[in-house]
């Protein structure tokens, strides 16, 4: 197949549904220049990964299924492209954007749509053909991701009625050549459950024994490991009061020389700066008790 030669910067846009406008580069397009000022102002790769984290994590509905692992062959196709379509609302969220229409929302006075793939490109809609897109791209195997700020000129998407919605992608030269990067590759955090083997995540997510002695467990196994809230509600996936058999389990971790903190309580939070953790609300975090071991 040929390969697909673009228009450049300077010509004309084929797009006739717009009024006749000249392919503007980055540096020449103002809307794109004021959108990139406001996004620069913000820590957008840190706030991008809580968004997506915040997606996953709906997606997998663990308190609900037990899933931990998008990749995991129990989660749905479909289900993964979904992760998407919630990040638009978790970006709305993360910057306290509003949404808007045509598009997604609003930045700078200039209508943006938000875009994002697990795979390789993006489907852009007629709606966002000459608009400016934020593409996500997320690489779930090396868990990151990286975005760019883009207008989604229909020169520059690749040819054809795309499918039936007239949705099309956007070629890589274009993204490579007229798009600008707004963060490098940014690092997605691993779910601690993941770093259990599949004996241990059976014996974590087993239907029996109760809460408290898998929780125990998982606290053993992942020693050291900060382990969000999220997690131990998947440890309790359909159980009543997972948290609260966290706490319990706090209390039944002392016999073992293991010290449970969590970010909830002062106490906790002072005892793991103590030792160079930092410890945010929600987050809990097993510890070798310091005197465990010595003789008394």
Not at 14 to 22: K, Q, Y
Not at 33 to 43: D, E, K, T, Y
Not at 73 to 100: C, I, Q
Request: proline fraction near 5%; glycine fraction near 8%.
């Amino acid at each position: 197949m040929a390969r697909l030669i673009l228009q450049e910067p300077g010509e004309v846009c084929t797009n006739s549904d717009v009024s006749e406008h000249v392919l503007a580069g980055p540096d020449d397009d103002a809307e794109l220049q004021a959108v990139l000022s406001w996004l620069n102002s913000h820590p957008t790769a840190h706030l991008y990964t809580e968004a997506i984290r915040n997606s996953i994590d709906y997606v997998l509905d663990g308190g609900r299924t037990g899933r931990f692992d998008l990749k995991s062959p129990d989660v749905h196709p479909g289900e993964r492209a979904s992760v998407g379509a919630k990040l638009e609302y978790e970006v709305l969220r993360v910057f306290s954007l509003p949404k808007t229409k045509p598009l997604d929302t609003l930045i700078a006075g200039a209508p943006v749509d938000i875009k994002a793939t697990i795979g390789n490109n993006w489907s852009i809609p007629t709606e966002a053909h000459c608009q400016l897109c934020i593409c996500t791209q997320i690489q779930l195997k090396k868990n990151r991701h990286r975005s760019w700020l883009v207008r989604t000129h229909r020169s520059w998407l690749y040819r054809g009625a795309g499918n039936k919605d007239g949705k099309r992608g956007l070629a890589v030269d274009a993204r490579n050549n007229w798009s600008v990067p707004l963060y490098d590759w940014a690092d997605l955090p691993v779910n601690p459950l993941r770093h259990l083997n599949d004996e241990e995540a059976a014996q974590v997510l087993a239907e029996k024994p109760g809460q408290v002695k898998r929780l125990l467990m998982m606290f053993r196994f992942l020693e050291g490991h900060i382990i969000p809230r999220n997690v131990i509600l998947t440890v309790g996936a359909g159980r009543d009061d997972p948290m609260r058999r966290a706490r319990q389990a706090r209390d039944e971790a002392v016999k073992e020389g293991l010290t449970i903190l969590c970010g909830d309580w002062v106490d906790s939070r002072s005892e793991a700066a103590a030792r160079g953790i930092a410890l945010g609300a929600g987050e809990w975090i097993a510890l070798r008790d310091e005197t465990a071991g010595e003789d008394r």
